[in-house]
């Protein structure tokens, strides 16, 4: 290698870079016009450095599609999520308005048939109505103590449990129905099932089913 070439060798880095002083350029462009090897040089490196900005410029472009995708993951997560609350609450809605409340009517003892009859028309417009006599209300209760019924034994000759009849309401007409009944002769007491909450509902129905 001739001495100038190991020069200008040396030099065509900075020169490729554009960062040499301007005589030195000279000097290196002089001696390109006149050697092939330098030149073949030359290029050689304007190839690598050509090839080395395309991977970055690869790179680049793999970081920004990675942002992309993260990005486009999150958005998907908040959205199922948001989704997920959505489904839940329509759920908790839905079985808010299916399940009825109940008023169920307890009947003085001595309540006569007329009276008897005014109740149940009263509150029959405002849902299913069913009636439950004295005997079948201890007999559920018999039933519901099983084994223990014997706790009840004799409690049929001096029954304590009421006749009632319960209707199944829509939840804003209980205070109707409640005020409309509550007056009316023969009528002992008004009671009402009605849960304000529909998560406490929805909650209460949950551990219901489980028991
Ligand atoms: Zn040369």
Same mark, same amino acid.
């Given at each position: 290698?001739? $001495?100038?070439?190991?020069?200008?060798?040396?030099?065509?880095?900075? /020169?490729?870079?554009?960062?040499?002083?301007?005589? +030195? !350029?000279?000097?290196?462009?002089?001696?390109?016009?006149?050697?092939?090897?330098?030149?073949?040089?030359?290029?050689?490196?304007?190839?690598?450095?050509?090839?080395?900005?395309?991977? %970055?410029? =690869?790179? /680049?472009? $793999?970081?920004?599609?990675?942002?992309?995708?993260?990005?486009?993951?999150?958005?998907? *997560?908040?959205?199922? @999520?948001?989704? #997920?609350?959505?489904?839940?609450?329509?759920?908790?809605?839905?079985? /808010?308005?299916? *399940?009825?409340? &109940?008023?169920?009517?307890?009947?003085?003892?001595?309540?006569?048939?007329?009276?008897?009859?005014?109740? &149940?028309? !009263?509150?029959?417009?405002?849902?299913?109505?069913?009636?439950?006599?004295?005997?079948?209300?201890?007999?559920?209760?018999?039933? %519901?103590?099983?084994?223990?019924?014997?706790?009840?034994?004799?409690?049929? &000759?001096?029954?304590?449990?009421?006749?009632?009849?319960?209707?199944?309401?829509?939840?804003?007409? @209980?205070?109707?129905? *409640?005020?409309?009944?509550?007056?009316?002769?023969? =009528?002992?007491?008004?009671?009402?099932?009605?849960?304000?909450?529909? /998560?406490?509902?929805? @909650?209460?129905? #949950?551990?219901?089913?489980? +028991?």
């Amino acid at each position: 290698m001739k $001495k100038e070439c190991e020069i200008v060798q040396d030099l065509l880095f900075g /020169y490729n870079d554009g960062v040499i002083s301007k005589s +030195s !350029t000279e000097l290196v462009e002089n001696h390109l016009k006149e050697c092939d090897i330098c030149k073949n040089k030359l290029e050689e490196i304007q190839k690598d450095s050509k090839d080395d900005n395309q991977e %970055k410029e =690869v790179d /680049y472009l $793999k970081k920004v599609k990675n942002k992309l995708k993260r990005r486009k993951k999150i958005i998907i *997560t908040v959205l199922s @999520i948001l989704f #997920i609350i959505i489904v839940f609450n329509v759920v908790i809605f839905i079985n /808010y308005k299916l *399940t009825p409340s &109940e008023v169920q009517v307890f009947l003085l003892d001595n309540i006569t048939e007329e009276q008897k009859d005014d109740i &149940e028309n !009263t509150i029959k417009g405002f849902g299913d109505i069913t009636y439950e006599s004295k005997e079948e209300a201890l007999n559920r209760i018999r039933e %519901k103590l099983g084994e223990n019924a014997y706790i009840i034994n004799g409690w049929d &000759e001096d029954n304590p449990f009421r006749a009632s009849f319960t209707v199944k309401v829509d939840s804003e007409d @209980i205070e109707k129905i *409640t005020s409309l009944v509550e007056n009316l002769d023969g =009528v002992h007491s008004v009671e009402f099932m009605h849960i304000g909450n529909p /998560y406490e509902l929805f @909650i209460i129905n #949950i551990l219901m089913n489980k +028991s």
